[in-house]
């Protein structure tokens, strides 16, 4: 199996920037694609973006061109830059990985995620 970890996240003002990490141990050779997720209070879990096991990123209408997903296979991190932050960027940002487990089947796991504060 395998278990997420953020971190990165904080306390920022309107227009600054923030790198979230995420590190991925255990069988991580299970993992394909990896997104990352964020959530305010009082609304659902929404998408970010998603980052494919050869790189290959999409990202929701609300980021704007302005974050960035990567990641480090051989480090087993996904990043998410962050430039250009807005009040309404404010949740909590959690790391997800689809783990393929056979031919047919997969599964997902998350982190425990980590807040982004922006202030105006």
């Known amino acids: 199996q395998v278990q997420l970890v953020e971190s990165g996240g904080g306390l920022v003002q309107a227009g600054d920037s923030l790198r979230l990490s995420c590190l991925a141990s255990g069988r991580t050779f299970q993992i394909n694609a990896m997104r990352w997720y964020r959530q305010s209070p009082g609304k659902e879990r929404e998408l970010v973006g998603t980052?494919?096991?050869?790189?290959?990123?999409n990202y929701a209408l609300f980021v704007e061109g302005r974050f960035t997903i990567s990641r480090d296979n051989a480090k087993n991190t996904m990043s998410l830059q962050m430039n250009s932050l807005k009040p309404e960027d404010t949740a909590v940002y959690y790391c997800?990985?689809?783990?393929?487990?056979?031919?047919?089947?997969?599964?997902?796991?998350w982190g425990q995620g980590t807040l982004v504060t922006v202030s105006s």
């Open positions: 997800n990985a689809r783990l393929v487990v056979s031919i047919e089947a997969t599964v997902e796991v």
């Open positions: 980052i494919t096991s050869d790189g290959s990123t």
